[in-house]
């Protein structure tokens, strides 16, 4: 019986010779070991590696969800005490109407020849930039840039009319309530316009309204460098 065993061994080595030298491969099949059910093979890797990256969707700006439109505007102090202004009035019910209502009869008592038509309209389209950015359709600097632009063309623009007769010490005073105002109006008026709306068509509303103002992009070198402003 041993003599038998010997042989058959000896028979398996000669017909595994016998078909590497005839170029057959012989391949595991599904119950061998190697083989088991769910278990990464070369293929697999090498595909998963050469697969592109999966672009969908917008890439948004981390700095996007700091940005500040009246930064270099109004200082850091002055910004930091409005934020508190706007903080105490955010999500009151009608905070938007009633904070608009107050900033109107500010300036029919205060700045009675400047057209006010157009306040709220400038806080949306410059509202439009930073919600586009944070969305992922444009830069953060550069909604930044431009929703400064809108400001200074509009509400901020105004500040010249309050009491432009007054003595300085008289003026100042309100010239730094309207700022406060304009600033908590600009909050309120940009979280009331958060919505599902997509990115591209955000973008494309604010350019809308920024052209509407006659404004235009300033070319990239003309462009002041606001990233670290939008970072902080």
Do not use: W
């Not at 058959?8 to 017909?15: D, M, N, W």
């Not at 432009?164 to 309120?188: C, F, H, I, K, W």
Request: with cysteine; hydrophobic share 35%; proline share 4%.
């Amino acid at each position: 019986m041993k003599r038998i065993a010997k042989l058959s061994v000896g028979a398996c080595a000669l017909l595994a010779v016998a078909a590497c030298d005839s170029g057959t491969v012989i391949k595991a099949d599904s119950s061998t070991p190697t083989a088991q059910s769910g278990e990464a093979t070369l293929a697999t890797v090498r595909e998963n590696m050469e697969a592109p990256a999966d672009t969908r969707g917008p890439s948004i700006d981390p700095a996007a969800a700091n940005i500040d439109p009246f930064s270099g505007i109004y200082s850091t102090k002055q910004r930091e005490a409005f934020e508190a202004n706007y903080e105490d009035m955010a999500g009151a019910d009608d905070a938007v109407t009633a904070s608009l209502e107050e900033t109107n009869e500010f300036l029919s008592n205060e700045a009675s020849t400047v057209d006010t038509s157009g306040y709220r309209n400038g806080l949306e389209c410059a509202a439009r930039f930073d919600l586009a950015s944070k969305k992922g359709a444009i830069p953060a600097h550069e909604a930044q840039a431009r929703a400064k632009e809108v400001l200074m063309t509009t509400s901020v623009s105004y500040e010249g009319f309050v009491r432009p007769d007054a003595s300085e010490d008289q003026r100042e005073p309100l010239v730094e309530e309207y700022r406060g105002q304009t600033y908590r109006n600009y909050m309120l008026v940009r979280d009331e316009m958060k919505s599902d709306k997509e990115a591209d068509a955000l973008l494309a509303e604010a350019e809308a309204c920024y052209a509407a103002l006659g404004l235009e992009p300033v070319q990239p070198e003309q462009v002041e460098d606001t990233a670290a402003d939008a970072e902080g």
